[in-house]
């Protein structure tokens, strides 16, 4: 079992949990930031420098590679749009320049982040990880930011991908934006309302990575996301039940939401029916695997 791990993106929802969880178990945590502070054990790197403190990496046997700017809280200008694909793509590859420098480095796993979006827009198909990788930015995106992690093979590390879906939490991520509607008595599907939606309950995500960290047959890409996707109307249904609000039947039009988003509309409305056979087939054992079992345990905290 790796005892010391380096996370890059340690202050994001999921980076945050997981070196919680991670320092409760025993592990010792690097973390890479944009800046020192009096943490002994966070380090400084600049991706669009291309500088790096190589000491996060002295003693460290997995890294968790979680960096990446935001993907939907911002216009989707070119520049955006570069700083979203340079945010993975760079990070990627300043962290195995570093790894190169340091011959007597003592890393097996590179455990990486992508996300769902790598498939595109894909309607009610089944998507497995063996599915092709899609169209429009966010699979473009995807596509890569993993490349950029396969070139960890050339260091003969074992290569974890986990695509993620909505991961849901009361801390921040998708679950706030999506219940802020139904919360004002305005909740409602968007556009069709069909498209289907693969999530994730925070625990489980972080239970996921740790997995990937200590199950070392696994290697290539997982979907990380629960075994029951929904589509959007019934997400938005099963969360007006929990906060004892109305869900309306009518539909938030998609001209409206593209109006609102612009080009950003793709990541709302992409419908992915994504299958979690394969994480299943190697052991993990979900602790939610229902959406309205999920929803009671955030809804009772």
Known sequence: MAKKILITGATGLVGTALKKQLLNQGYEVNTLSRKKDSDPNNYAWDVYKGEIDVNCL?????????????????????????????????????????????????????????????????????????????????????????????????????????????????????????????????????????????????????????????????????????PYPVTNESLTKAIAKHLHRPAWPIKVPRKAIELLMGERADAVLMSNNTSAQKILNAGFKFKFTHLDDALSNLYQK
């Open 58 to 226: 002295i003693g460290v046997e997995a890294i968790v590679h979680l960096a990446g700017e935001p993907v939907a809280d911002k216009k989707w200008t070119d520049e955006r749009k570069k700083q979203i694909l340079d945010s993975r793509v760079k990070s990627t590859e300043l962290l195995f320049q570093a790894i190169k420098s340091k011959p007597d480095h003592q890393i097996k796993s590179f455990i990486s982040a992508s996300a769902v979006g790598y498939y595109g827009d894909c309607g009610d198909e089944i998507l497995t990880e063996e599915s092709p990788n899609g169209y429009g930015f966010l699979a473009e995106c995807c596509k890569l930011w993993e490349d950029a992690v396969d070139q960890g093979r050339k260091l003969s590390l074992r290569i974890v991908k986990l695509r993620t879906g909505i991961v849901f939490s009361n801390d921040g991520g998708a679950l706030p934006q999506l219940d802020k509607t139904v919360r004002l008595f305005v909740g409602a599907p968007i556009g069709t309302g069909k498209q289907w939606t693969p999530w994730l309950h925070l625990d489980d995500m972080v239970e996921m990575y740790i997995y990937a960290i200590e199950n070392l047959q696994m290697e290539g890409c997982y979907n990380a996301c629960a």
